[in-house]
């Protein structure tokens, strides 16, 4: 390896992991911390500044496709620079370029191609940058997070039929546990799917990408499993250690959904996130009820924000969104909704210590029938995109990662529209 590309190797992997394995590259551009924040201005800047066959011209543009979800184009974004690049030829951002493409995919739902470049990135990579004094150890975080299982089985592209014209399904707050008879309620929507042919009730996630089935289903003849994962990342950024693998066949109404990646864990209930939702093309989701299908057709005028790491392990939907007139953007989570208070619409990092006496308690109830504290604060207004929700209860909290999230009430004031076909997203405020 030519000394200089071994100092720009060094200069770029973070000092404190040199030596270390699963290491991460510099970020000297920025534009992964714009992809991972849904910072859409931020890569409109970038490609506009830079001529059109340059990197960072194209990452900037994949990553504005990434924002709208639409994956398959942001992968064909970075096509000229690995067609442009002799193969035996190894520098820092075609790592990372690498890593953006293994990104794309899995969140396409492509699982194959996905595989295939993690095990290139292995084989490529590693044995040359580990022959390197003080290197021997060298990995990526992103590829020793997946534990791949050897199975020469091919993996079939995912697949959609059902969504033309327009269904509407219920959503549920409340059922009876089979084995019990009794009564469950929750505080979040839930919707009945069949997976395989058996109806399973699942929440409806929006602070989820890929959806979650209890563990037991990996026995399940319907399911190939594909490897363990431990980059599954919830809403909060902790790390949850899943199975992962690909379901036969979901149906939600009358749309039939094929070769379905989900992840295996008990660790939390049943869920269908934003990978689904984007199976159907255009959604509307309100309090009450889910529309979806490609007959659907509101005149929404912003972009959808699909905020995703890198390596397409996570992806949250952000929302523009003025508190006291200050703006700023919010996760959309639907999953989060344990409060009974239909004004507890936001939690909010605690950034800024409110005045003494600006602060509230109330003690809410969860799902599980347990009791909590939470500290809330009275804002005069709360506006998102275009429309004013005047004053709100917003829980101050330390555990959103600096986040601020819209949570499930929401719902009971306006309805989310999703247009993946388009990329265009909106808030309808209900009468």
Known sequence: ??????????????KETVAKEGV??????GYDRAIADGNQEFLQTLKAQTLTNNIYHLVADMGLYRLRGDFKAAANCLQPIENNTPQNIINPQLIEIEEFQAGNYLLNGDIAEWRR????????YYPPIQQLPGLEKFSLKYIERVTLKADSRLIEPPSVTGIKGIQSLPLFYSSVAPQTAQKQTFFTPHLKVK??????????????????????????????????????????????????????????????????????????????????????GRVQISYDQL?????????????????????????????????????????????????QNDDLLLQQPVLVIPKEGQLKKAVVNTTAGSHSMRIYQDINNLKIENIELGSVKVIHTQMSKNQAILMVNILKKTSLYLDFIEGKSCLIKRD
């Open 195 to 280: 997976v395989n042919n058996i109806t399973q009730l699942f929440e409806l996630d929006t602070g989820t990408y890929i959806g979650i089935l209890p563990l037991h289903w990996v026995h399940n003849p319907h399911v190939q499993v594909i490897g363990t994962l431990n980059t599954s990342q919830d809403i909060l950024g902790n790390r949850i250690e899943t199975i992962f693998g690909i379901v036969d066949e979901i149906e939600i109404g009358n749309a039939v959904l094929k070769n379905i990646p989900f992840s295996f864990s008990n660790e939390t209930e049943p869920s269908l996130g934003i990978y689904v939702l984007r199976q159907l």
């Open 1 to 14: 390896m030519p000394k200089e590309l071994e100092a720009i190797l060094r200069q770029n992997l973070l």
């Open 24 to 29: 991460n590259f510099n970020d000297a551009s």
């Open 117 to 124: 470049r993690l095990q290139t990135v292995k084989t490529k």
């Open 291 to 339: 529309r979806f299908g490609e007959g659907l057709n509101y005149p929404c005028q912003q972009n959808i924000r699909l905020a995703t790491a890198p390596d397409g392990s996570t992806a949250h939907l952000k929302i523009q969104i003025q508190l006291n007139n200050q703006p700023m953007m919010a996760i959309f989570d639907s999953g989060s909704g344990d409060y």
